[in-house]
C-alpha cells in the first residue's frame, strides 16, 4: 500500500471561551494582550492506491508561524511539501517515517494520524487497538479555564460542574492576586476535593514560582504546570525541591524527557500528539514516564475533531496517562468538522472504537467552515 495523493482542506471555528494565557514572562507584561477567539486548521485527507483514505489535522494553527524548514504554513506551500515528502510511501512504515519526515510537531502529527488512521482502516480495526490496546473506554478531562476576571468565569465553572466535571485547569501567571482571587472562588463553588491543577505558561521566574506556589498551596493544588521557562532545567528542580505541590512539564521529545529525569525536575510528564509529533512518537516519550516511574496526562493546543480522536487513542491506550487530561476541543468549540457527535460522562471523553480513528469527515461542514489562513491574528 502506498500514497498517491492528499488533500487539504483550510477551516476556522470559533472558541466557545475568548481564551487569554500569561504569554509568559514578556506575554505578562503586555496588559493589552488579545484573547483568541478564533483557531485555523487544516485537514488533511490522504489517498492510498487501494483507495483507502486517511484523514489528520493541523491544529490550532497560529497564523504567521512556519514549518520546520522555515517556509510559511501557507496552504499551498503545506499541500507541496506534503506531496512531495508523502506520496510513494507506505503508510504503515511508521519507524521510517518519524526518521526521515520532520516537518515540526503540529504538521508531523497530522501526517501520523492519517497514517494510524489508513492502517486501522486497512486491518479492520481502530487506532487504539494498534497503538496498545483499548485500555480504558473513556478518558477523563480536566476542563481549561483561561485568565479572566472572578465573576466572569462564574457561569463556565458553574456549567462545567453541572456536566459532571470534577477536574479543572486554570491558566494564571499574569498577576498572583487575580490568581488567587480565581482560585479562591473556585474552592467557594465547587469545594475542596475537586482536582485543581494550575498552567503558569512560564510567567514566572525561579524565585517568583517558590514563593507563588507556596502562597497557593492552601488551595489544594494537585499541580503546577510550566512555572518557569521550560529550557531552565535546573530552575525547575529548585522549583521542586522547594514546595509541595507537583510540578508539570511538557515533554515532547525522548531527549527532553531524560533531562527531566535526570535532574528530578519534575513529577508529571504532559505529553501530547500534537507536541510530540503523533502517536507514535508520544508513546516513546510516555515509556520514559513509566520507567521512571512518574505520572503523565495529555496536554492539548485544543484540537478539533480528528485531532481529539488522536489524542484519546494515545491517552486511552497508555496506562500512564492516570491524570486528567486536556482534551477540551470538543466542548470548547462552536463547531466541527465531524459527522459523528461526541460523548461524554461526567467529565470523562468516550473513546471511538470504529476503524482507524472512528471518526469520519461532514463534507458540509469542511465546506461551511472553510477560511483561509491570514497572515496574522
Same mark, same amino acid.
Given at each position: ?68 524548514? =522555515?517556509?510559511?504554513? *501557507? +496552504?499551498?506551500?503545506?499541500?507541496? $511539501? !506534503?506531496?512531495?515528502?508523502?506520496? %510513494?510511501? &507506505? ?81 494564571? =501567571?499574569?498577576?498572583? *492576586? +487575580?490568581?488567587?482571587?480565581?482560585? $479562591? !472562588?473556585?474552592?467557594?463553588?465547587? %469545594?475542596? &476535593? ?184
Amino acid at each position: 500500500m502506498k500514497i498517491v495523493d492528499l488533500r487539504i482542506h483550510p477551516v476556522a471555528v470559533s472558541r466557545q471561551y475568548a481564551t487569554l494565557t500569561s504569554g509568559g514572562q514578556e506575554g505578562r507584561k503586555n496588559p493589552d494582550a488579545a484573547p483568541v477567539e478564533l483557531s485555523y486548521f487544516y485537514i488533511l485527507e490522504v489517498e492510498t492506491d487501494v483507495g483507502i483514505v486517511g484523514i489528520g489535522e493541523i491544529s490550532d494553527i497560529d497564523p504567521g508561524s512556519r514549518m520546520l524548514d =522555515g517556509s510559511p504554513m *501557507d +496552504l499551498e506551500n503545506v499541500s507541496a $511539501k !506534503l506531496r512531495s515528502l508523502l506520496v %510513494g510511501r &507506505d503508510p504503515s512504515d511508521m519507524e521510517r517515517l518519524t526518521l526521515e519526515v520532520r516537518t515540526g510537531g503540529l504538521v508531523d502529527c497530522a501526517i501520523d494520524t492519517a497514517c494510524y488512521d489508513i492502517m486501522g482502516k486497512s486491518y479492520g480495526t481502530s487506532a487504539t487497538s494498534l497503538a496498545g490496546g483499548h485500555l480504558r473506554k473513556s478518558v477523563w478531562v480536566s476542563w481549561v479555564a483561561y485568565i479572566r476576571e472572578p465573576e466572569a468565569m462564574v457561569p463556565e465553572i458553574q456549567e462545567k460542574l453541572a456536566q459532571g466535571f470534577n477536574a479543572f485547569k486554570f491558566k494564571v =501567571g499574569r498577576d498572583i *492576586d +487575580l490568581d488567587e482571587a480565581r482560585i $479562591k !472562588l473556585f474552592r467557594e463553588i465547587g %469545594g475542596d &476535593d475537586l482536582n485543581l491543577k494550575l498552567d503558569a505558561n512560564a510567567a514566572w521566574d525561579v524565585d517568583e514560582a517558590i514563593s507563588f506556589m507556596r502562597r497557593l498551596e492552601k488551595y489544594n493544588i494537585s499541580g503546577v504546570e510550566t512555572p518557569i521557562d521550560k529550557e531552565n532545567v535546573t530552575g525547575m528542580a529548585r522549583v521542586r525541591k522547594a514546595v509541595d505541590t507537583p510540578i508539570l512539564e511538557h515533554v515532547s521529545t525522548q531527549e527532553y524527557a531524560l533531562e527531566l529525569v535526570r535532574h528530578e525536575a519534575v513529577d508529571v510528564f504532559n505529553v501530547s500528539t500534537v507536541g510530540c509529533g503523533g502517536i507514535y512518537r508520544a508513546k516513546k516519550v510516555i515509556a520514559i514516564a513509566e520507567a521512571a516511574g512518574l505520572n503523565a496526562l495529555l496536554g492539548s493546543t485544543v484540537e478539533l475533531g480528528v485531532g481529539t480522536a488522536a489524542q484519546l487513542a494515545l491517552a486511552s491506550s497508555s496506562w500512564r496517562v492516570d491524570w486528567p487530561s486536556d482534551l477540551i476541543g470538543p466542548l470548547m468549540y462552536t463547531d466541527d468538522v465531524l459527522n459523528e457527535p461526541w460523548e461524554w460522562d461526567n467529565g470523562y471523553l468516550r473513546v471511538p472504537t470504529g476503524p482507524g480513528l472512528g471518526v469520519t469527515l461532514d463534507p458540509a461542514k469542511l465546506e461551511s467552515l472553510r477560511h483561509t489562513l491570514p497572515t496574522s491574528r
